[in-house]
Nanobody
């Protein structure tokens, strides 16, 4: 069973930056395309970005284009989400999961409906 561990969230002021990390518990990420999702209170979980297995293809939801960058480090078995110019509307719990990633589409579902604890991002002054 795939288990993902998200970290790197926190409280940041508008315009600030955070880097989220997604690691795997007990398996290698390099065989999977990975997506980042977020869920704000009272809202459905939405896809934010994804990266292909090779890392050569990425996709972004329109509201984060130009501000967020997804990348992966095979040696560290980690997928990152660099978030810059953060806005209050980016506040949510962020999750990562295995997905089908076909640019330019951002998947709204994971391959398996199994989620980690996520990491809280709060953008507020």
């Amino acid at each position: 069973q795939w288990q993902f561990v998200e970290s790197g969230g926190g409280l940041v002021q508008p315009g600030g930056s955070l880097r989220l990390s997604c690691t795997a518990s007990g398996f290698a990420l390099d065989s999977l395309a990975i997506g980042w999702f977020r869920q704000a209170p009272g809202k459905e979980r939405e896809g934010v970005s994804c990266i292909s297995r090779s890392g050569g293809s990425t996709s972004y939801e329109d509201s984060v284009k130009g501000r967020f960058t997804i990348s992966r480090d095979y040696a560290e078995n980690t997928v990152y989400l660099q978030m810059n110019s953060l806005k209050p509307e980016d506040s949510a719990v962020y999750y990562c999961a295995a997905v089908f990633c076909l640019s330019p589409y951002v998947p709204q579902r994971s391959i398996r409906d199994s989620w980690g604890q996520g990491t809280q991002v709060t953008v507020s002054s």
